[in-house]
């Protein structure tokens, strides 16, 4: 039913080499994301998901297989490429917001539409995630959900193809994580951009149009959610 | 081992980039400190004990010829404990495939048994025999013209030229500096200091059962003021020319003089060193102890106690200080060595006796530990008073705000990475500006190697170039005719000639006084000039007096004032001149009158004691040989060669200083910009790797860090300039004496230099963190927490 591929991922392994023993963290991993689909990426911690996304956001690079991103392979990408494509296409969104201290809430944004191509305005992009009005705080006079929130305006800035979230309530509480999901589904639900959230609460996994469940390097399902349920409604 | 002492290894090794170069900075000022020290210590201690040794004299004077009887009178004086009655004489030498003339200061030694006073140490052969031609030949002459017992010189005496045999080559405690008469520099192929026995030298200059020189010790609670008001009084009419202390002795005043600088030297820099050095421990133990709050929470928790903690931290300063000393002390002996074998190029002691004294190695550790822990108290203090629960909790995130450079309104014009540069110097401006001064001490440092080779270039430009542009200075033996000079300007050769009177006085100002040259010519200028103090030349007047500023200053006197001028020659007069100007000149205190204007008051008649001669090149040989046969020439100055000896004499120690110096600089300048990059680089490695996850390039996020760097750097260059330039000024002030005052000349190369070293240490500490920014781990910042 999906219409365009954005990322084909094909016999995705990575092994780490920990002291004298191999750690396998992906053992074989294919999967397609679509274009417009938010997906929630559940696995317990050890499952390999941080590992699968920091393949795809071009930040590792798998011991085998292959990554296609608008047919080029990105593990055949140098590091000036894999640059390029974290700066106009993909956009991050950490567990720890990963905001610079010195910058305010609208520079923090500015920092990325400052390197991108025909990005949104830093006010447009905080106005999606409602902190017109906290422009010109900074990180250290936010909240953590607000902080989240002025990370995922930083992400969206540039209009990137896909958003990848790593575990972005994990260190908020659930009224607050509720907040930023609401962000995260406004946006691509407006801007259509492909979102791939992974977490190990499966509460979150509701709101997604496809859950795809992790565990132990390995895939072990893909739900299709025939029903989405709006954030608000969640709780953990 | 403790499991605490294994970590605190550990803790090291991690950090062994930064302990490294703060040990460095450590090492260099007490490699500075111990070089000066340990060289300052051998030089005093083995001028005391071949002072004592060779019993150096308390009392000096000349004097033109008294009956051996006047000695009794001396040996009167209250005060007096031993006299010693001496024949000095200058004579013009030859030395064989040496056509330069040389000067030779032949003093008497007894025909039989020690001398009482300045007793000679025997480094080869044996003292003259009784009734033979024989003589000793000091040290470094001998040396310069490599001879040895056995051989033979030439010697004018007293108008006939004789032959000497060499029978030994000796060092006196009196002539550990020698330098001729109105030399600045040693020349020890043109003069030279021979020991005669006094019968021999007495005949040649009919001074049998009479004395022209006396040399005195004193008891212990005697007055040498006292003594030498009785002695003069007693030596007045034996044309004595005035007496002096041992502090105003020649080859001691030099000395004292050097002692003088190495003491500046002993202070000055390893303040400067463990100053930056402790500051840099105060930035590396304040991070760390922030980097291991959760650490200390722990340990603390586990029942460890405060003082176990803070002693923790301590004993890690103190490890990084003990390798930065112990290393110091190493170079510091090495150099110390150095220094101490070219001071014996200069000072002719029979021996250096060089050591590291233990107090040296105590205090070196006393004062890098106590410089170390004033720089780390309060971090360690912190990190003992932490509580555990608080320390558990994660350091409250850093608050910061608009820089003020931005509120001014360029705010539009800066990017997000220069806004986060500005903001991150300007939210700690305390170790901003620490660390601006930090590199600007290296900067001024490396400043004062060049600084005392130019001033010493522009000192010599202003003498002979400026001053005393003669190329040859001829002495008379005593105040001859006019005729003489007539004379002179016939020889062949010889393009321009100005006569001069020199005459030695004591000046008198309220209770000041000073002894010191009295300079008279003609206001013919072409050859010799006064200068005044915009280094125009200037007519002296026809009346009163004119001082070297120095002297005014010496004697606290201004233009107007009137002085009381004591002759110490001739007919003795005492004159009471007005002072007319003061002259700029940078060596020795002369003072000068028109030389119309001193013959007058002298009552003389015309009379001179020297000549200026301009010469045509190509005859500078012939003139010689001529000169040398004139009885009543005393000298000859050749103008090239005093200034190739001081070319000579500075080159050497001023490029070993140069080196040193640089050397230690470039330590601090390394260590400060190593650290202070490496600091932000772990301060910043979290939000510079999330940059890169956001699709900044490895450029980029290196412009974040190294730029800071290079703003830093940049402002503290032209402030590194400002400190230089007050250092060289401190050091000059400090080197002010009436042998010279160094001018406070620092050329564009000083500040090149200067520049140039902080640029590349700068450069090679961005090297070491590009590479660093390479290897950052972007996967593990997105999971961790700071």
Known sequence: MQTKTVFQARGLTKIYQVGETEVYALRGVDLDLYQDELVVLLGASGSGKSTLLNILGGLDIPTTGQVIYDGNDLVKATERQLTDYRRYHVGFVFQFYNLIPSLTAKENVAVVTEIARDPMTPEQALEMVHLANRMDHFPAQLSGGEQQRVAIARAIAKRPAVLLCDEPTGALDSSTGVVVLEALARINRELGTTTAVITHNAVIAAMADRVIHLSDGRIASIDQNTEKIAPQRLSW | ?786
């Not at chain 2, 930064?18 to 000066?36: H, K």
């Not at chain 2, 040498?224 to 044309?239: F, K, N, P, Q, S």
């Not at chain 2, 200053?553 to 009381?564: A, C, F, P, T």
Request: hydrophobic share 45%.
């Open chain 2, 1 to 786: 081992m403790t499991s605490l002492s294994r970590k605190l290894f550990r803790d090291l090794w991690l950090m062994r980039g930064q302990a490294l170069a703060i040990a460095i900075v450590i090492a260099s000022g007490i490699a500075t400190f111990v070089m000066s020290v340990s060289t300052l210590d051998a030089l005093q201690s083995t001028r005391t004990q071949v002072y004592t040794d060779y019993r150096f004299a308390d009392i000096f004077t000349s004097l033109k010829r008294a009956p051996q009887q006047v000695i009794k009178r001396i040996e009167a004086i209250p005060g007096v404990r031993e006299v010693e009655s001496r024949v000095v004489a200058e004579v013009r030498m030859e030395v064989e495939s040496f056509p330069d003339p040389v000067i030779g200061r032949l003093v008497s030694i007894p025909d039989h048994g020690e001398s009482k006073m300045n007793a000679l140490y025997m480094r080869q052969g044996h003292k003259p025999k009784a009734n033979k031609q024989e003589v000793l030949l000091s040290e470094p002459f001998a040396n310069a013209h490599q001879l040895k017992p056995g051989d033979a010189i030439t010697a004018i005496i007293n108008g006939s030229r004789q032959k000497l045999r060499v029978s030994g080559v000796a060092l006196s405690p009196e002539y550990i500096y020698s330098l001729s008469p109105g030399a600045m520099f040693p020349d020890n192929q043109r003069y030279g200091i021979l020991w005669m026995n006094r019968k021999m030298l007495a005949t040649a200059y009919d001074m049998d059962g009479a004395f022209n020189d006396v040399v005195l010790k004193l008891m212990d609670n005697a007055q040498a003021t006292d003594v030498i008001e009785r002695l003069d009084r007693i030596l007045a009419r034996y044309g004595g020319v005035g007496a002096y202390q041992r502090k105003d002795q020649q080859s001691h005043h030099f000395l004292s003089q050097e002692f003088r600088g190495l003491e500046t030297m002993a202070t000055l820099f390893p303040a400067i060193f463990l100053g930056v050095a402790a500051f840099l421990l105060n930035v590396v133990v304040t991070r760390l102890v922030n980097t291991q709050r959760e650490q200390i929470a722990v340990l603390k928790a586990f029942g460890y106690s405060n003082s176990t903690v803070g002693l923790h931290y301590l004993q890690l300063v103190l490890l990084i200080t003990s390798v930065g000393v112990v290393a110091g002390l190493f170079v510091g002996r090495r150099l110390g060595q150095g220094l101490g074998n070219i001071y014996m190029e200069f000072f002719h002691f029979p021996y250096l006796d060089y050591r590291l004294a233990t107090s040296t190695i105590l205090l070196a550790f006393l004062i890098s530990f106590s410089a170390a822990i004033i720089g780390t108290l309060h971090a360690v203090y912190r990190a003992a008073k932490l509580p555990p629960a608080e320390a558990m909790r994660l350091e409250p995130p850093v608050r910061y705000q608009e820089s003020l450079l931005e509120r001014s309104g360029v705010k539009r014009y800066l990017s997000q990475p220069s806004r986060m540069i500005l903001r991150h110097i300007s939210r700690k401006p305390l170790k901003t500006c620490f660390t601006i001064l930090g590199i600007a001490m290296a900067g001024a440092i490396m400043m004062l190697g060049k600084f005392q080779g130019d001033s010493i270039d522009y000192m010599l430009h202003v003498q002979y170039d400026l001053a005393q542009r003669e190329d040859l200075t001829v002495s008379f033996t005593e105040p001859t005719s006019r005729r003489a000079e007539y004379e002179l300007a016939r020889l062949p050769g010889v393009q321009y000639t100005e006569s001069f009177r020199h005459v030695p006085i004591r000046i008198r100002f309220k209770h000041y006084q000073r002894r010191t040259i009295l300079q008279a010519f003609d206001n013919s200028t072409a050859l010799h000039r006064i200068l005044d103090s915009h280094l125009q030349p200037f007519d002296l007047p026809k009346q009163g007096i004119v001082l070297n500023d120095y002297l005014a200053k010496l004697l606290n006197v201004s233009i107007g004032d009137r002085v009381i001028v004591e002759v110490l020659s001739g007919r003795r007069p005492t004159l009471e001149l007005e002072v007319m100007n003061t002259v700029g000149e940078m060596i020795g205190i002369p003072a000068y009158m028109h030389m119309d204007s001193l013959n007058r008051l002298l009552g003389e008649g015309e009379a001179i004691n020297g000549v200026f001669l301009a010469v045509d090149q190509q005859y500078q040989d012939t003139i010689y040989r001529q000169l040398q046969n004139r009885p009543r020439v005393a000298g000859i100055t050749i103008t090239d060669a005093a200034v190739q000896s001081a070319h000579d004499t500075m080159g050497e120690t001023i490029l070993i200083f140069t080196f040193v110096n640089t050397l230690l600089a470039a330590g601090i300048a390394f260590g400060v910009i190593y650290n202070s990059v490496r600091i932000a680089y772990s301060e910043r490695s979290r939000e510079l790797a999330s940059l890169r996850v956001l699709g900044f390039s490895h450029s980029e996020i290196a412009y974040i860090l190294l730029g800071e760097l290079a703003l830093l750097t940049l402002i503290a260059i032209p402030i590194g300039f400002v400190i230089g330039v007050q250092i060289c000024s401190i050091i000059a002030t400090e080197m002010d004496s009436d042998l010279y005052r160094i001018p406070l000349i620092i050329e564009s190369g000083s500040y090149t230099f200067s520049a140039t070293v902080v640029l590349v240490s700068a450069i090679l500490s961005s090297l070491i963190i590009w590479q660093r920014l390479k290897q950052l781990d972007l996967v593990a910042v997105l999971k961790t927490r700071e």
